[in-house]
């Protein structure tokens, strides 16, 4: 239940911050519709508020993770990615670095799922390739990254149990 709600909260997020995005608005502007439209019988306003702190958050930290993108899609100008694929690595990019609960793995792979759903067939293996590239480059160990401990070298503990 907790990760479907985790998924719920990042989908909700990843809907704001594509609005902010593409139409050019001010993320409180977006924030008072998404809380004026959405009903409140079908709708957990805790999830709610939690998508738009996440989704306020990726605003907030914007030019340091377009700056992580842009270095790791490095052909690919960031304004010239798909919308969807940008928005959606901009908040994994948030997760991987300020969500202090959330591992780069999961939130590398959740971000995967989400452009498979609303992205072109090749979205996922782009995301993918982008945010591993930013995690190796900015988290701050591979196990962290891959759920695997790195190999060790001669003379390196790093890959023995302490």
């Known amino acids: 239940m907790a990760a479907n709600r985790r998924r719920q909260?990042?989908?909700?997020?990843?809907r704001l911050l594509f609005q902010v995005d593409v139409g050019k608005l001010p993320m409180a502007d977006v924030a008072a519709s998404f809380?004026?439209?959405?009903?409140?019988?079908r709708t957990?306003?805790?999830l709610e508020e939690a998508a738009i702190r996440l989704a306020e958050m990726a605003?907030?930290?914007?030019?340091?993770?377009?700056?992580?993108?842009?270095?790791?899609?490095?052909?690919?100008?960031?304004?010239?990615?798909?919308a969807v694929d940008r928005n959606i690595m901009r908040l994994a990019v948030t997760e991987m670095l300020y969500g202090h609960d959330v591992p780069p793995?999961?939130?590398i792979n959740e971000a995967v799922e989400l452009a498979k759903k609303y992205g072109t067939?090749?979205?996922?293996?782009f995301v993918n390739g982008v945010l591993g590239a930013v995690a190796r480059t900015h988290c701050?160990?591979?196990e962290s990254t891959t759920g695997e401990k790195p190999e060790a070298t001669p003379g390196d503990s790093a890959g023995q149990a302490a």
């Open 35 to 41: 809380r004026e439209a959405v009903p409140r019988d």
């Open 59 to 82: 605003v907030e930290h914007l030019g340091e993770v377009d700056e992580m993108i842009q270095g790791a899609a490095e052909k690919w100008p960031l304004e010239r990615l798909a």
């Open 105 to 107: 793995s999961v939130a």
């Open 140 to 142: 701050a160990s591979e």
């Open 121 to 125: 067939e090749d979205s996922g293996r």
């Open 44 to 46: 957990d306003t805790r």
């Open 9 to 14: 909260i990042r989908e909700l997020a990843f």
